[in-house]
């Protein structure tokens, strides 16, 4: 363990102005905040490696044995006015990491290796962090296999989507880039029938036929999925009460997951 | 429709310092924000009174059927600088309302007045406006009859749990107060059959067999439902993937009512 007491210490850069960056990207790294995130960061489940660990002087003791398994990872320790300094705003739980991404694949590599029998999630244009991080936390307590996400949704690894998700984020393989329509051909090409959830879908949950290689497809919340790439998917529907026909779409995701992970 | 130019302007006194007020509590006040929540405090499905309006002058013109329904409610209209001063940060939507709660009535009053057969959902100790939020939003979405929280639960007609459940909090009936045994009393005394929602429950939710008044009893986040309390009701389990057994709550009672309006 590394005592910093002075918030400009160079060794502590990466942990500088968490919120401006979080705004403008950190390229190849990310934050991770909280002990469960941290313990899932430092896991054997986790696709990413971390690079370093940053904590206030009180939560060392009762993170001891975890940050014991932690190897040859630096741990920063800091008294939590300084953490605050280097931070820019409050860490209420004293617990923050810097990660470092496994390499990108595209959607067609990631598919490629799931097993016959697989679940996955394909997001288009949802750029809410608590709905991706939302939908993450569901695909991991359903064992889904992947999380696919267009350009236009956000980060799975931007630092609230990780807090949201509950560090699913951290181990569910995901793959983010391209269009709605590059993840409908991938999917295609890959053996998947995807069911594109929506309020107007031809099928209810109930009624849709799992295939050994399912994906459910999910919009933001809004606008929905594009009528276009509905018209080459086959369209789900939750039935809902008259005159509120409204659910959150981290909640779709968790009710069709429950649904095709049972029926499977 | 009133003009208001002063921040000080006695007539729109509720508005101002909303964000302390929140948490000082209002009495009998509330406050609703946004054009969604505003349509259905005004609407015929609203539970409670809608007293005032204030609203930016640039949302006029898009408003004006909705405001023509308003009847004798005053609205008033300030620009968007005399409306942040008078709240104290920035409203991005430009539209404010206050409510008068509806009289309270407690959980038996509640439950005699529902029909015979009925799906209501109870919450224990759920203090995360976002989460009570998120609950009345599906209770909505699948027609749940009421909503039940005991006293340690947050206020349904908190700003933020009003704005999360898009309103749904002001027209699905709720009551509110006493501990969760008098909550589990007050069920069995109206003829309900209540399912605790636990990791650890007896059956699956698929085995639950809906009776014709029946409750999904949730607890907080972490803790979960006492165990005195699940010992005396039918515990029952969402099945999850080994080693990430964690749904969020609102996400909970979306599976389970989803679940259960289908099966009743």
């Not at 054997?44 to 009762?62: F, K, N, P, T, Y």
């Not at 009460?241 to 659910?247: I, K, Y």
């Amino acid at each position: 363990m590394i005592r910093i007491d002075d918030p400009d210490d160079p060794r502590i850069a990466a942990y500088r102005a968490v919120r401006e960056r979080d705004v403008v990207g950190r390229g190849e790294r990310f934050v991770a905040e909280g002990e469960v995130v941290l313990r899932l960061l430092l896991g054997d489940s986790s696709r990413h490696q971390a690079e370093s660990v940053l904590i206030a002087e009180s939560r060392v003791a009762g993170l001891e044995p975890l940050l014991g398994a932690a190897g040859h990872v630096p741990i920063y320790v800091a008294s939590p006015a300084v953490m605050d300094a280097i931070v820019g705003f409050h860490i209420h739980r004293g617990v923050l990491a810097i990660g470092r991404r496994a390499p990108a694949e595209d959607a067609a590599a990631l598919l490629a290796r799931l097993p016959p029998r697989a679940l996955v999630v394909a997001l288009v244009g949802v750029s809410n962090h608590d709905n991706v991080g939302g939908v993450f936390r569901n695909a991991a307590a359903f064992g889904a296999d992947a999380v696919l996400l267009d350009g236009a949704s956000c980060d799975p690894l931007y630092r609230k989507a990780i807090r949201v998700s509950v560090g699913a984020s951290l181990v569910t393989p995901f793959a983010r880039g391209g269009s709605g329509w590059e993840l409908l051909d991938a999917l295609a090409d890959a053996g998947f029938t995807t069911f594109a959830l929506s309020p107007s879908g031809e099928l209810t949950l109930e009624e849709a036929r799992p295939a050994a290689r399912t994906c459910v497809m999910l919009g933001a919340e809004g606008p929905g999925l594009p009528h276009a790439l509905m018209a080459r998917a086959t369209t789900v529907r939750i039935p809902m009460a008259h005159g509120f026909d409204s659910l959150n779409v981290a909640t779709t995701s968790g009710i069709a997951l429950y649904r095709l992970a049972r029926g499977a």
